[in-house]
């Protein structure tokens, strides 16, 4: 008798991504980064390093960042999970966008999804960081192009100006990466 060592196929999945309930039907190993991209077509989160080292994945899971390459998106049922698509409404940047768009905190633009969802959390936790607390806040999010300076520069002007409002849940933008 033949033994197979495949795993369950597909279940359904309720997730409620970006204020939408939306169900999928996957297999129980796929990763929420994945799912995004491939499922449900929110492209936003980059897949880098796919293991929990760059933070192009990040996204915000009930207030909390995480790194969507190493979370299961089974393990994501009855959570709310917020991405970078979420971040503007509609044409209408959020003012961390706006700082990175006007301190250059970005070259090739590749973490910049991830840098921008990283600085939200952040401001909506902590509304008036220091220069100390965003780096620290930031640390899990790396640039390949070394926009380092720029992107701190951008997140304590976005702070400046107040941005503790919701992100909300529509619009995707020139800092959401869209193309990839
Ligand atoms: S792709 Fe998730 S941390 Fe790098
Ligand atoms: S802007 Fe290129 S990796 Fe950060």
């Known amino acids: 008798m033949a033994i197979s060592f495949r795993g369950p196929g597909p279940i359904p999945i309720d997730l409620n991504v970006n204020g939408e309930e939306r169900t999928v039907f996957i297999e129980p190993r796929r990763t929420l980064l994945s799912v995004l991209r491939e499922e449900l ?7 880098g390093c796919g293991r929990g080292q760059c933070g192009a994945c990040t996204v ?5 960042t995480a790194y969507a390459c190493l979370t299961l998106a089974v393990d994501c049922e009855g959570r709310s999970i917020r991405t970078i698509e979420s971040v503007s409404h509609g044409e209408q940047l959020h003012p961390v966008q706006e700082a990175f768009i006007e301190h250059d905190g970005y070259q090739c633009g590749f973490c ?3 840098q921008v969802v990283a600085a ?7 509304p008036s960081p220091t220069e ?3 780096r620290e806040a930031m640390a899990g999010n790396v640039c390949r192009c070394g926009a380092y300076p720029n992107i701190v520069t951008a997140v304590l002007d976005a702070a400046r100006q107040g941005t503790g409002r919701d992100p909300g849940v529509s619009g995707a933008t020139v800092a959401s990466g869209e193309e990839g």
């Open 60 to 64: 915000i899971i009930d207030g909390e």
């Open 112 to 114: 910049t999804p991830g």
């Open 120 to 126: 939200v959390s952040l401001l909506e936790h902590n």
């Open 41 to 47: 077509g929110l492209t936003g989160a980059k897949h």
């Open 132 to 134: 100390a607390e965003v």
